[in-house]
């Protein structure tokens, strides 16, 4: 016998014995037991890791989202505030006459809910939609103006609610608005509503029972998508996560949500740049993610216990088939992610080389994956940037750093495969795999942004032209006014005294040689002499009014309504009119313009009540709008109000001369002085029953223009 036979023999009787045989089950049970604990440990951590990372991938795609959007009105306000016509006449402290340029932006602009200008101490100036109760206002107290005041950069505020009426939370946008020489001249502010920023993540799939609430720079909740109409702002700085946010930390964790009462999943981000941050929660209940890491890992109890029944050799068989398996579901997830990518995804060797060329990169750079892999990078680039490139390339490859996040893009310039040119923006990152350099760049072509830019910037140019040309337009037209103003008060009036004098001259000293018609004649060139003479002056005060230079001050409009009361009763003593004028009411405007308007308006009531045995003339104010709106109003003669539009133009009469006097100037006179005080005019009757003329002014009027 052979020693290797009575070897064999000897380990045929080991396997034999009982208890050998128990000893090795022993150990083989106790090996697949600790397996399947440590495995199932694992698999847990993995699977709750991605549960989790879906969360938190959905908080930082939001937190990019505002970022972007913030970034988009911060640059919209700075476009504004550079117009060159914008910023000078702010530095002139036009206001109004600023704020009108600007008030195609809701519209172009529809997230902007209202902007407005203020002075470089944050008093109100201007706004547009036009609120005249907050015209006056200083906001130095807010923290739009601390902020944007603290270095004269653009600032994104926290979240606060409006002082004016209508009410409701908003976002204030502020950039400073720079003379030629760099002095602040004013502040723009643009608001939006805190409701926008909802809108703005909308499309973003938080997953069932999700909820999204955005604290802002000082910890304040702006927006909880559960209340989206809460007015109450609450602030949550003390915490534990809006600490983290604070702190600039980001991540996902379960924890126990005290408002609803059960276990969550809290994702939370910060806004990179702005100080804000977006939690997303979930209750793990309604987690699809996290069930299905509960039934995976039921399975996998199941399949261990299917296992520890088969021996530990088929355990073994069976991780290795399952790790393959998540392996190659991995990698084709990896594929499909990188293949339907619409940005250009490339990734090269230390060599420079193509290794990887994805379908958005065929379909940027006109190249197929087949023709370009194994190509230099150099194909893809102008070559006049070839060498600057690989040196680029080389200095990142020994940085530290592995890779530049999309805040630190850069824009470069790509190579299409037929030789054209093209504007991308790129992140870059790198990649360290058996001592070699990989770099995967992410590239997106601009372009079509370098043009919805272009055409903002024509668009501006051809603005500034228009504002020129306008102005260079109403200059002559001022002039031709001058020219016609000198003409008619020099050329025009001396002829028509001339034609009275001599009229007069004929009926005193010729008055015996004259029958009855020549006189009657005579007196009728007279009259019609002395009305042309009447409605030179009535054009002369028109135009004097439309061009005179304001001086804005209070007014006491019913001491003033009370004084030209008294010098109407003194032309017709006899006339017995009842005034009520009500008493304390004043307005902001040039108290000359005031006087003239008042006149003309007090002068027509009592004009046509001429004919009234108990006549009544009321000067008043009611509400509209919020706006006060004085109004004069008389029993008289009243109109038909389908003439209303007529009468305040030029010359337009709605009653015969021979009945009621006057050249049809007097209504477009006050419509001027209205408009000049940025307010309107207009007017309600009835015929035989009198009429009520309004009107209303800005705080602030609209100066003389040159």
Not at 152 to 165: A, C, E, G, N, T
Not at 363 to 376: K, R, S
């Amino acid at each position: 016998m052979t020693t290797l036979t009575k070897l064999r023999d000897i380990l045929a009787s080991f396997i034999g014995h009982s208890l050998f045989r128990w000893a090795v089950l022993s150990l083989a049970v106790v090996a697949v037991i600790a397996t399947a604990a440590y495995n199932y440990r694992d698999i847990d951590g993995d699977l709750t890791a991605v549960a989790l990372s879906r969360r938190e991938a959905v908080a930082q795609l939001m937190a990019v989202t505002l970022t972007e959007k913030f970034g988009r009105v911060t640059d919209v306000a700075i476009s504004l505030s550079a117009r060159v016509k914008f910023r000078d006449l702010v530095a002139q402290g036009k206001w109004g006459e600023a704020i009108e340029i600007m008030r195609s932006v809701p519209q172009d602009f529809p997230h902007i809910e209202r902007l407005f200008l203020t002075d470089a101490k944050g008093t109100l100036k201007a706004d547009m939609p036009a609120l005249p109760s907050a015209r006056g206002l200083n906001f130095s107290s807010h923290d739009w103006f601390r902020g944007v005041s603290r270095d004269w950069q653009p600032y994104v505020s926290s979240v606060y609610r409006r002082v004016v009426v209508p009410q409701f939370n908003v976002v204030a946008v502020a950039v400073p608005v720079k003379s030629m020489t760099g002095q602040v001249a004013g502040i723009l502010v643009l608001h939006i509503r805190i409701e926008k920023l909802l809108e703005w993540v909308a499309g973003i799939d938080m997953g069932k029972d999700a909820f999204v609430y955005i604290v802002d720079s000082k910890g304040q909740m702006a927006l909880d998508s559960r209340h989206q109409s809460r007015e109450k702002i609450i602030d949550l700085s003390a915490t534990a996560v809006v600490q983290k946010l604070r702190r600039g930390e980001q991540g996902v964790e379960i924890g126990f949500d005290a408002m609803g009462q059960e276990e969550s999943i809290i994702a939370y981000a910060v806004v990179p740049g702005y100080g804000w941050g977006v939690v997303v929660q979930q209750p793990t209940r309604t987690s699809m993610a996290l069930t299905a890491r509960d039934e995976q890992l039921r399975r996998l109890l199941v399949g261990y216990g299917l296992i520890l029944l088969l021996g530990a050799m088929t355990a073994f068989l069976t991780l290795r088939i399952v790790s393959a398996r998540q392996r190659a579901e991995g990698d084709v997830r990896f594929i499909t992610i990188v293949n339907t990518a619409t940005d250009a995804i490339i990734s090269v060797d230390q060599d420079q080389r193509i290794v990887l060329f994805n379908y958005g990169a065929e379909v940027i750079f006109g190249y197929n994956a087949a023709e370009i892999i194994g190509q230099p990078l150099n194909r893809l680039l102008p070559t006049r940037f070839g060498e600057i490139h690989r040196h680029h390339m080389q200095n990142f490859a020994a940085a530290p750093k592995t890779s530049r996040f999309m805040e630190e893009r850069r824009e470069i310039l790509g190579r299409r495969k037929d030789g054209t040119e093209f504007p991308a923006e790129a992140s870059i990152s790198k990649l360290t795999e058996q001592g070699r350099i990989f770099f995967t760049a992410i590239l997106r072509d601009v372009t079509e942004r370098k043009r919805i830019e272009e055409e903002i910037r024509s668009l501006n140019a051809n603005l500034e032209r228009k504002v020129i040309e306008r102005t260079a337009e109403l200059a002559s037209a001022n002039k031709e006014l001058e020219a016609f103003s000198y003409s008619v008060s020099h050329d025009l009036r001396a002829p028509l005294r001339a034609i009275d004098g001599f009229s007069q001259a004929l009926l005193e000293d010729y008055s015996a040689k004259l029958d009855d018609q020549a006189r009657d004649y005579l007196g009728r060139v007279r009259a019609a002499s002395q009305h042309m003479a009447e409605l030179i002056d009535d054009m002369l005060n028109l135009a004097r009014v439309t061009r005179a230079t304001m001086q804005p001050a209070p007014v006491d409009l019913s001491a003033l309504a009370a004084s030209i009361a008294g010098e109407l009763r003194q032309t017709q003593p006899e006339r017995a009119v009842e005034f009520v004028i009500q008493p304390g009411l004043s307005a902001e405007g040039d108290a000359k313009l005031m006087h003239i308007l008042l006149t003309n308006l007090l002068s027509n009531a009592w004009k046509f009540t001429g004919k009234q045995e108990h006549a009544r003339i009321e000067f008043g104010a009611q509400r509209d709008n919020e706006v006060p709106a004085y109004f004069v109003r008389d029993n008289g003669a009243g109109f038909d109000m389908k003439y209303a539009d007529k009468l305040f133009s030029v010359f337009q009469r709605l009653h015969a001369i021979n009945e009621f006097p006057g050249t049809g100037v007097g209504l477009a006179t006050v419509q001027r002085i209205v408009h000049r005080h940025g307010g309107r005019a207009w007017a309600e009757g009835a015929v035989g029953l009198g009429a009520t003329f309004y009107f209303t002014v800005s705080p602030e009027p609209a100066q003389a223009t040159a």
